[in-house]
């Protein structure tokens, strides 16, 4: 797609003027900055729920990568934003650089999906498992780069049974034992994918508000499901957490949500909105200071973690602690911008709503030639 003036020119004087999105509705402006090169196909009543969701981001980087994704809205060069996709081909996923995000979090796995690694003095916590393929290409190497063992895995929490997020968990389950954190029993028997061969002696069991203490780590689990089990009434897998951290040795608390994407039927959708209302009582009670997703491309993780090496590298061109983006931890949002996070996935959940019941496609816009 091209670039154009007028788009840019309006970006500038939005941002100049301190103009809010939804304050210039009805300019032509407007309209472009939402379209760009491409033919809206979102009503006026659409447009206007997609404006809260860009109110909600603001011009917050991180939140407004969030908001593009989630929304499928289009980025500075008017390019759509949606997510990778899952590819269930070997070798599409590439590792990321491993790196030590907080006191007792690393981050091991890709460039589109986690392990991230819990450290609790008596033992290691794994987030999320990447593909099958990944345990031996991407989780492993990345685990020892960081001096951590394997075999110190003893749980793994699968936010849901994508092969994304499952795929590898038979792998650690297998070689060292690890017990793996569900919402639900998923027995093993040969016509399940690989990622779903987990018999119930090696799986743990959570629900709303239940708990897994591991060494000095508590984590509070809470099932939000996306979407309808094949027989359209019983909710699905997933669970979010929120596990604490430590900064310099203070304590933080870090949410993440188990279902980033939005997918299936409208019912689907009002299913993923009712988990996110619950899941926000929870933020409210427990106040989380830091959202992070399992995928790192949902929130610009990877530009944060390559400030966090940056700054980490005295010896560097950049100079270490002295520059200013080296204050505080890139990670730590505050608790208003924490709970903005997950209002912006839910905004955009009303959006991609919208859309399915008018009959477009999820982006709202048609490509041009």
């Excluded at 154009?4 to 939005?14: E, F, Q």
Aim: with cysteine; hydrophobic share 40%.
């Amino acid at each position: 797609m091209k670039k154009k003036t007028l788009g840019l020119l309006a970006v500038s004087l939005c941002l100049s003027w301190g103009f809010s999105m939804s304050a210039v509705a009805q300019d032509p402006a407007k309209i472009w900055l939402r379209q760009g090169p491409n033919k809206l196909l979102d009503s006026d009543a659409i447009m206007a729920k997609m404006d809260m969701a860009r109110d909600l981001a603001g011009y917050d980087y991180y939140l407004s990568t969030l908001q593009r994704l989630q929304c499928q809205d289009i980025d500075e060069t008017y390019t759509i934003v949606q997510t990778p996709g899952v590819n269930m081909g070997a070798w599409k996923e590439v590792p990321a650089e491993p790196t030590q995000v907080f006191d007792n979090v690393y981050y091991v796995g890709g460039m589109e999906v986690g392990g991230w690694i819990i450290d609790t003095g008596e033992g290691l916590i794994m987030l999320d498992s990447s593909y099958e393929y990944g345990a031996t290409t991407i989780l492993e190497p990345n685990i020892a780069a960081l001096g951590l063992n394997p075999a110190d895995i003893k749980y793994i929490l699968v936010t849901h049974a994508g092969p994304d997020h499952f795929g590898a968990v038979m792998h650690f389950v297998d070689n060292y034992g690890t017990k793996v954190v569900f919402n639900r029993q998923l027995a093993g028997g040969p016509a399940n994918p690989p990622w779903l061969q987990v018999v119930p002696e090696d799986m743990v069991i959570m629900g709303d508000g239940d708990k897994l203490t591991l060494g000095n780590t508590t984590i509070t689990a809470v099932h939000t499901p996306r979407s309808y089990n094949a027989d359209g009434i019983t909710p699905g897998d997933g669970l979010s957490y929120f596990i604490p951290v430590k900064i310099n040795g203070k304590r933080h608390l870090w949410a993440t949500y188990g279902n980033t994407g939005l997918v299936g039927t409208v019912a689907d959708k009002v299913l993923y909105r009712e988990s996110m209302a619950k899941w926000l009582k929870y933020v409210d009670a427990l106040k989380p200071d830091i959202a992070i997703s399992s995928h790192p491309f949902v929130d610009a993780s990877l530009d944060r973690m390559e400030i966090i090496r940056e700054c980490n590298d005295r010896r560097g061109q950049h100079k270490g602690w002295n520059k200013q983006e080296c204050s505080r931890n890139p990670f730590v949002i505050g608790r208003k911008a924490a709970r903005r996070y997950f209002e912006i996935m839910d905004q955009c959940a009303v959006v991609q709503t919208m859309r399915q019941e008018a009959g477009i496609n999820s982006t709202g816009l048609e490509e041009l030639p």
